[in-house]
């Protein structure tokens, strides 16, 4: 959902209003801790430190969505079509910011690493692949708790088939569903973004997606190709 339908990364959003220094000292990916582990560290370090999780909500309710991105949506309730947010967030970040703006009711299903509350009261993320479940073991470019491509594989075996899928992605984790898409089906990966900057350099890269793929700045481009008992897979 980062960057396809909201101007902005959710989990960053969040650590610059209470922690900004967390960020700036935040060392490579390939030193750091897992993505998701460190975004419940840093939940428990800003409600340690007194912040409660209303305060938490009204930053995430700051975030804006793509412009176009509202009337995608609404195109697409209106098209019949099934709408899935597939994304690396969490349930408790885009329930926030779909409900703030209106938006919630026109999702059919989110899968995404899911939040709670421990015994502490405290906001927590776990990610949707535990640490000790069996492994995914995906080649391509996913991250160890959540694999797009197998995600997606599952949800059109359980609630399809579809006519067409149109799936809408703009980081690496968005290219390994992007090669589960079929002729028929529409990959639209947004401009200057990760996955369009490798995409468009690496002709091998981009050769093994058999989807038609469509890059765009605005979300026009996707409204006009909505048709009836399509699923569009959304990263936020």
């Known amino acids: 959902m980062n960057r396809s339908l909201i101007e902005a990364d959710s989990d960053a959003t969040v650590f610059q209003h209470f922690c900004p220094e967390k960020l700036d000292t935040?060392?490579?990916?390939?030193?750091?801790?897992?993505w998701t582990d460190l975004v419940d560290?840093?939940?428990?370090?800003?409600?340690?430190?007194?912040?409660?999780?209303?305060?938490?909500?009204?930053?995430?309710?700051?975030?804006?969505?793509?412009?176009?991105?509202?009337e995608l949506l609404k195109s697409l309730r209106a098209n019949n079509t099934r709408v899935l947010i597939l994304s690396d967030a969490n349930t408790f970040f885009i329930d926030v910011?779909?409900?703030?703006?209106?938006?919630?009711?026109?999702?059919?299903?989110?899968?995404?690493?899911?939040?709670?509350?421990?015994?502490?009261?405290?906001?927590?993320?776990?990610?949707?692949?535990?640490?000790?479940?069996?492994?995914?073991?995906?080649?391509?470019?996913?991250?160890?708790?959540?694999?797009?491509?197998q995600e997606l594989d599952r949800y059109t075996t359980t609630h399809g088939p579809f006519r067409r899928v149109m799936y809408v992605g703009d980081g690496m984790n968005d290219f390994c569903p992007g090669l589960r898409l079929k002729h028929n089906d529409h990959y639209f990966v947004r401009n200057g973004k990760a996955l369009a900057k490798a995409m468009l350099t690496k002709p091998d890269f981009a050769n093994r997606v058999s989807a038609q793929v469509t890059y765009w700045k605005d979300h026009s481009v996707i409204v006009d190709s909505v048709s009836k008992q399509a699923a569009v897979p959304s990263s936020l």
């Open 41 to 70: 560290q840093t939940l428990c370090e800003i409600q340690d430190r007194g912040n409660s999780i209303d305060e938490i909500e009204k930053v995430l309710q700051t975030i804006q969505m793509v412009p176009s991105a509202i």
């Open 97 to 149: 910011i779909l409900r703030n703006h209106g938006l919630h009711d026109l999702i059919a299903d989110i899968i995404t690493n899911p939040a709670y509350t421990d015994d502490k009261g405290r906001l927590r993320v776990n990610r949707r692949i535990l640490a000790t479940d069996p492994q995914h073991n995906c080649p391509n470019t996913c991250g160890v708790n959540i694999c797009k491509g």
């Open 26 to 34: 935040l060392p490579p990916s390939s030193q750091r801790m897992q």
